[in-house]
C-alpha cells in the first residue's frame, strides 16, 4: 500500500499531525508512507522513522511569485515537476489533514482512488470535500484537534491509537545548545522557564507588558531563569520584555528547529500564545502553558498531560491577566 499524508503547513499544526505517521505506520508496517508539506515545514520531518519520505512543496512562493515577471513559467515549471512526482508514486491512499482548497487539490493531484478527507462542515474551507471521496466527521468526544486527525484513519481500521510525536534531534544540535548554556553560566541544576513572546498574527499575542510582569515574578519570587526565545523579526519584542526586569533574563539564540527543540527539552516550564515553539514543547512532554484569546484551547491547546491553557475570558490576549498565568505556572513547575 502507498499512503500520502497532507498536512502543509503551519508549524504547530504539523506537529500535531506526527501522530498520524505513527499510527499508519504501526498499522501497515510494510506501507510505503509519504508525507506533503510546505518547503518550509519539512524540516520538522526528516528522518522521521515512520516516514519513506518527504515531497515538499512551496505554495507560499508559487504564490508569491505568479504575476511577477517570468514567475508564471516558473511556478508552472515546478508545479509540473511535483504533479509528476505525485502521480510516479502511485499512491492508493492519499488523507487531507489540512482542510483547505489547496490541500484539497494536491490531494486530488495524487491520483489516490482512496481520498480521505474531513465532512465539509469541518473543513476550513468547505470546498475542500469536492476532492475527496471518504468523509469522516469526527465525534464530538474528539475535542483536540490532534484526536481529530486521528479520527480520519478511522476508515482505514485504524482506531485510537495512542499519540506518539516524533521529533528531531541531533548531536550538532546537542553541541550547539550545550555551548550556548556554557556561555550564558546555566548550570544542569538551573531551573529554566521558556518564554515565547511570538506569533503568527498580532491577535494571538498576549501583550509584552504582561509578558514582563510574568517574567519578573517567576525570576524573583519562584527564583527560576528566564529564557525568551525568538524567531524571525521577533528579536525586538524579547529585548522591549528584558528592559527593566529585576534580574536579567537569557535571550535565546537564532536556533534550526532541531536546535529549538534541545533546547525546549531542557526547560522546566514552555509559556505562549498558540504558536509552533508551544507545541513542540508540548510534544517533547514538557511542561507547557499556553495563552489563547482568539482561539480555542480546548481545540489547540498544549496536548497531553503536561500542558494547559488558559482561555481570555473576552477573546483579547490582554484579557489574561499576568497573576493568573503565573499561579498556573507555578502549578505547572516541577
Not at 508514486?89 to 493531484?109: C, H, M, N, Y
Not at 529585576?246 to 498558540?274: K, N, Q, Y
Request: charged content about 25%.
Amino acid at each position: 500500500m502507498r499512503i500520502a499524508i497532507l498536512k502543509l503547513s503551519a508549524l504547530g499544526d504539523v506537529i500535531h499531525a506526527l501522530p498520524v505517521a505513527h499510527a499508519l505506520r504501526h498499522r501497515f508496517p510494510d506501507a510505503r508512507i509519504l508525507w506533503i508539506v510546505e518547503a518550509r515545514e519539512s524540516l520538522l520531518l526528516k528522518d522521521h522513522p515512520d516516514l519513506d519520505g518527504v515531497i515538499p512543496v512551496d505554495t507560499r512562493k508559487w504564490r508569491r511569485r505568479l504575476f511577477s515577471p517570468g514567475g508564471a513559467r516558473e511556478v508552472g515549471t515546478e508545479l509540473s515537476r511535483s504533479i509528476r512526482r505525485l502521480r510516479d508514486e502511485r499512491f492508493d491512499v492519499a488523507i487531507d489533514l489540512q482542510g483547505l482548497i489547496k490541500s484539497g487539490i494536491l490531494t486530488a493531484l495524487t491520483g489516490a482512488p482512496f481520498r480521505i478527507g474531513f465532512g465539509s462542515r469541518r473543513c476550513r474551507e468547505a470546498l475542500n470535500a469536492c476532492f475527496t471521496n471518504v468523509r469522516v466527521v469526527p465525534p464530538p468526544s474528539r475535542i483536540h484537534v490532534v484526536d481529530q486527525y486521528l479520527a480520519l484513519l478511522e476508515p482505514l481500521g485504524v482506531r485510537a491509537p495512542r499519540p506518539r510525536f516524533h521529533l528531531p534531534s541531533s548531536p550538532e544540535a546537542e553541541q550547539r545548545i550545550e555551548e550556548f548554556f556554557a556561555d550564558h553560566g546555566i548550570k544542569s541544576r538551573d531551573r529554566l522557564v521558556a518564554l515565547n513572546p511570538g506569533a503568527g498574527r498580532p491577535g494571538k499575542r498576549w501583550p509584552l507588558s504582561h509578558f514582563r510582569a510574568l517574567a519578573e515574578r517567576l525570576s524573583v519570587d519562584a527564583g527560576v531563569r528566564i529564557v525568551l526565545l525568538w524567531g524571525p523579526d521577533e528579536e525586538a519584542l524579547v529585548r522591549e520584555i528584558a528592559d527593566g526586569l529585576t534580574v536579567r533574563p537569557i535571550l535565546g539564540p537564532r536556533t534550526s528547529l532541531t536546535e529549538l527543540a534541545v533546547l525546549l527539552r531542557r526547560c522546566a516550564l514552555m509559556v505562549g500564545s498558540d504558536t509552533g515553539p508551544l507545541h513542540l514543547a508540548a510534544a517533547l512532554g514538557r511542561p507547557t502553558l499556553g495563552l489563547y484569546g482568539p482561539t480555542s484551547g480546548r481545540r489547540n491547546g498544549p496536548y497531553g498531560p503536561t500542558g494547559r491553557a488558559i482561555q481570555s475570558p473576552d477573546g483579547t490576549m490582554a484579557a489574561i491577566q499576568p497573576e493568573v498565568a503565573f499561579r498556573t505556572a507555578m502549578e505547572l513547575l516541577p
